[in-house]
């Protein structure tokens, strides 16, 4: 079982709905979550980061945390063309200093 | 541009030759990290620093693989006999503090020929 794990898609949704990306992690002792969007030939650029069960809202964008589950998902409101990227999952685990462990991604399409 | 630098973008060479990436965190960040990813896979950790101690590597980095981070300010990782399998892009990235957010650079992407 991976650490992280990601449906890698792609998930295809039509402009202005609501784009849910899904992640589950196996350690229970994971303290951080975050979210990453890449494009194709970049590097990963933060979203969101959520600490603590419930969700957390920036702008179109919300991350919501059930620690019980060991799940987290990102829901993008509003979806634009220009979302269409790879969002990537990573969490860190207590003491281990913000190394992050990522799954493989799933990648969004945005379609007009 | 106060961002995460990496130098250089794109390094093509030969298999067996040496390379060196460098890295320039976000100035206040004493926190530095270098990951690997290739096609389709997400970032994976290679080894991280805590102003110049490195703290911690991942057996994924191989006794070719080396890292600096003199005076706590920028980071070399210097690969060497370069094999086929080292072509990914490697990333560099920096934080405050232990489970902080960590901002990534643009990324060096390695091709072994």
């Known amino acids: 079982q991976k650490e992280v794990e990601q449906n890698s898609g792609p998930l295809s949704v039509p402009e202005g709905a609501i784009a849910s990306l899904n992640c589950t992690y196996s350690?229970?002792?994971?303290?951080?979550f975050f979210w990453y969007r890449q494009y194709s030939g970049k590097s990963p650029e933060l979203i969101m980061f959520?600490?603590?069960?419930g969700d957390k809202e920036d702008g179109r964008f919300t991350a919501q945390l059930n620690k019980a589950s060991q799940y987290v998902s990102l829901l993008i409101r509003d979806s634009q063309p220009s979302d269409s990227a790879t969002y990537l999952c990573?969490?860190?685990?207590?003491?281990?200093?913000?190394?992050?462990?990522f799954g493989t991604g799933t990648r969004l399409q945005v379609t007009l | 541009d106060t961002g995460v630098s990496q130098d250089p973008r794109h390094k093509i060479t030969k298999r067996g030759q040496n390379v060196t990436f460098r890295c320039d965190p976000i100035?206040?960040?004493?926190?530095l990290y270098w990951y690997r990813q290739t096609l389709g896979q997400g970032p994976e950790f290679l080894t991280y620093?805590?102003?110049?101690?490195?703290?911690?590597k991942s057996r994924l980095l191989s006794d070719r693989f080396s890292a600096e981070r003199p005076k706590g300010s920028f980071s070399t990782l210097e690969i060497q006999r370069t094999e086929q399998g080292d072509s990914a892009m490697y990333l560099c990235?920096?934080?405050?503090?232990?489970?902080?957010?960590?901002?990534f650079g643009q990324g060096t992407r390695l091709t072994v020929v």
């Open positions: 990235a920096s934080s405050t503090g232990s489970n902080t957010e960590a901002f």
């Open positions: 350690d229970r002792g994971s303290q951080s």
């Open positions: 959520i600490y603590s069960n």
């Open positions: 990573a969490v860190s685990k207590a003491g281990t200093a913000s190394k992050l462990t």
């Open positions: 100035s206040e960040h004493n926190r």
């Open positions: 620093f805590q102003n110049e101690a490195q703290l911690e």
